[in-house]
């Protein structure tokens, strides 16, 4: 039933090609006032085709519906048939027009058609990684066409968890528990949340029955008071539920001209004002380490987030100015003199035998420069 | 959409009645799970009586109707009237039902819809001791999307005194509740 190719066994490793991800077939057998207005498969929902990793022509074999639930979606967004033309910047920048994204990378070990290559994005809320598959899947890209998936295989146990609290929240909001929550907005949604958050099912000899009906627990649910928003964000996250069908990208400007590439949003809408980038920096690409073979590029990717992950071990920032170049010096090799006075000096007679050394090493490299110029005097003389 | 949403969601209701074709039924309960994701439907999908028709689908032999049905309750079992008429009609025994499925899909909305439907009224059988044991297993399967999920259940629905019973319950048991198989 999976699409040519995926493996059977339902996404467990990150590697994995999940069956959710496989493209269905266009529905050709639904009656007349079912039709919409361009082909799909029956899922009414924020996607529509799925594509294996297979070759495109086999999979348009199946014809089946799907039905969306919650536990489908994602934050995260899985996106194949990418062109392996080292066109990941365009691509974020791209992405990055529907809404804020926390996280990206290419997944190198997964499956994917040749000469492509597939990409995870995290997109900072749901409803922005939902607008951006909408708009994203089945585009065409540097001549390829795109398919956009949600990943939630790729969630953390925490972000599942944030995730159905949304869904709850959004629907406490659209439903007839509105009064509530309005009520509690007013009041100060932190306040509430951390109040009523010992209120949960685990506990139900700690809280009355009173404070079991649906319409207030939703409101403050215990859950949300260890997600991951910072405080501040918390109470925008609160405040923007109810406009859960807007489209992010409209309530966004994209400035991605500037190297830095952040996103500038106006406060109170979709995406707080943070940088678009928080994980990675993109190097500016000048075009030249295109159309390199996707091997190269793999390994050439590999020893870059290497080096990148060694900084972030140093505690460099990414935007660090300082170049070293050449090779460093040798350590002297410190040792610890069970006293902190003994230390410190030790470290001041380290230290002054450093400066001692690059001295010696200056003069050396100047005598020598010297010494060639003495003997090309020489030479010339001699001539 | 030239019908107005109501008249379009009974004549979804209609054919999955009427017709013979399983595919087309399996077409049409899939469109009314798909709507019943956004409360806007709630009303109209009440009053054609969905949610009977998705408890009832719960018990079918065709495990794609069982996916789509258990799929429509998790979407709009978070509504109080919703989920309130659930319970009444004692829909938790055919989910938990679910949680045996071999469709992962299935389990998947069976386990969410049973962290939905659960209240201090309902919490005793939504989080039953086989309901417990059952979401231990799953918390260990080899499924992300899948352990993930019964951990959140096991940390958010259910008291620790009830994962250790369930602990102690899984030790002399090896039988169990197979995993989905894919």
């Keep these: 039933m999976a699409a040519g190719g995926s493996s059977s066994t339902g996404g467990g490793g990150l590697g994995d090609a999940c069956k959710h991800h496989a493209q269905l077939g266009v529905c050709e057998s639904r009656a007349k006032y079912r039709e919409g207005r361009r082909p799909r498969a029956v899922k009414v929902g924020p996607a529509w085709a799925f594509r294996g990793p297979g070759p495109v022509n086999t999979l348009l074999l199946f014809f089946f519906p799907q039905v969306y639930t919650i536990n489908l979606e994602s934050r995260y967004l899985l996106i194949q048939g990418v062109p392996a033309l080292g066109v990941m910047k365009e691509l974020v920048e791209q992405f990055a027009l529907y809404g804020a994204i926390e996280e990206y990378h290419a997944l190198d070990e997964y499956p994917a058609e040749q000469f492509t290559e597939v990409y995870l994005i995290k997109f900072q809320k749901l409803q922005c990684a939902r607008v951006a598959k909408k708009k994203m899947d089945e585009r065409s890209f540097f001549g390829s066409l795109l398919h956009v998936c949600y990943a939630p295989e790729f969630e953390t146990v925490q972000e599942t968890r944030e995730k159905l609290q949304d869904r709850r929240k959004y629907i406490a909001k659209a439903t007839n528990q509105r009064d509530c929550f309005v009520l509690k907005k007013v009041e100060g949604p932190e306040k509430t949340v951390s109040k009523n958050s010992d209120c949960p099912w685990s506990t139900p000899g700690s809280c009355t029955t009173g404070n079991w009906d649906t319409s207030c627990f939703t409101s403050s649910h215990r859950v949300s008071q260890n997600t991951g928003y910072p405080s501040g964000n918390h109470n925008q996250s609160l405040l923007t539920l109810p406009q859960y069908d807007d489209n992010c990208a409209e309530n966004s400007e994209y400035s991605g001209q500037s190297t830095s590439l952040t996103l500038n949003v106006q406060p109170g809408r979709c995406t707080p004002p943070t940088p678009l980038i928080q994980q990675r920096i993109v190097p500016i690409d000048n075009g030249i380490d295109r159309f390199m073979p996707r091997t190269t590029h793999l390994q050439e990717r590999k020893r870059k987030r290497e080096e990148g992950n060694k900084f972030s071990l140093i505690g460099t920032s990414a935007d660090y100015t300082e170049v070293i170049i050449g090779p460093q010096l040798p350590e002297i090799p410190k040792v610890d003199m069970d006293d902190d006075s003994l230390n410190a000096s030790a470290t001041l007679i380290r230290n002054k035998l450093k400066e001692v050394w690059i001295l010696k090493v200056l003069i050396f490299s100047f005598s020598n420069i010297y010494m060639m110029c003495l003997l090309s005097i020489k030479i010339e003389t001699l001539r | ?182």
């Design chain 2, 1 to 182: 959409m030239e019908l107005g949403r109501l008249e379009y969601l009974q004549a979804l209701v209609t054919e999955f009645q009427v017709t013979d074709s399983p595919e087309a039924k399996e077409q049409v309960l899939a469109n009314l799970a798909n709507f019943a994701y956004d409360p806007k439907n709630y009303e109209y999908l009440r009053q054609l009586q969905v949610l009977d028709l998705f408890l009832d689908t719960l018990t079918e032999d065709n495990e794609t109707l069982v996916e789509f049905a258990i799929g429509g309750l998790c979407n709009l079992c978070l509504d109080k009237i919703n989920k309130d008429y659930i319970l009444e009609a004692n829909g938790v025994e055919p989910i938990i039902n679910c949680l045996s499925s071999s469709n992962e899909e299935t389990v998947m909305s069976a386990v969410t819809t049973l962290m939905y439907l659960t209240t201090p009224q309902s919490r005793q059988q939504t989080t039953a001791l086989p309901v417990v044991e059952c979401m231990l297993r799953f918390s260990l399967s080899a499924s992300r999307r899948l352990s993930n999920l019964a951990t959140v259940f096991l940390e958010d629905y259910c008291t620790p005194l009830q994962v250790e019973e369930a602990r102690n319950l899984s030790k002399h048991t090896a039988v169990g509740i197979p995993l989905p198989k894919d």
